[in-house]
């Protein structure tokens, strides 16, 4: 069972950091990418950041400037430094892996973590 724990939302006032973390366990070989997705009520999912194996970056053009993943590949974990936070960046923010299931086995899956809530208001 793979399962992601993300970590580090909260309650933050306009122009505040946050970091978020989320920890890969569980039945994993070769991960080739991690990322944060997030949804505001009433909107689309959309990709905010992702990382992939060779250390190439993408962020949503919302969020350039201000927003850095990051990992530690040791660690299968992923993080999102998250600075001058705004209030339209108030959303669930999914963890997402990935990955190839076995050595052998070349299909890859996604997987996805429950959610963090970021709510950026005064």
């Known amino acids: 069972q793979v399962q992601l724990q993300a970590s580090g939302g909260g309650l933050v006032q306009p122009g505040g950091s946050l970091n978020l973390s989320c920890k890969a366990s569980g039945s994993l070989y070769s991960i080739s990418g991690m990322g944060w997705y997030r949804q505001a009520p009433g909107k689309q999912r959309e990709l905010v950041a992702r990382?992939?194996?060779?250390?190439?970056?993408n962020y949503a053009d919302s969020v350039k400037g201000r927003f850095t993943i990051s990992r530690d590949n040791a660690k299968n974990s992923v993080s999102l430094q998250m600075n001058s936070l705004k209030p339209e960046d108030t959303a669930i923010y999914y963890c997402?892996?990935?990955?190839?299931?076995?050595?052998?086995?070349?299909?890859?899956?996604?997987?996805w973590g429950q959610g963090t809530l970021v709510t950026v208001s005064s």
């Open positions: 997402t892996v990935t990955a190839r299931r076995k050595s052998w086995d070349t299909r890859v899956y996604d997987y």
């Open positions: 990382i992939t194996s060779d250390g190439s970056t």
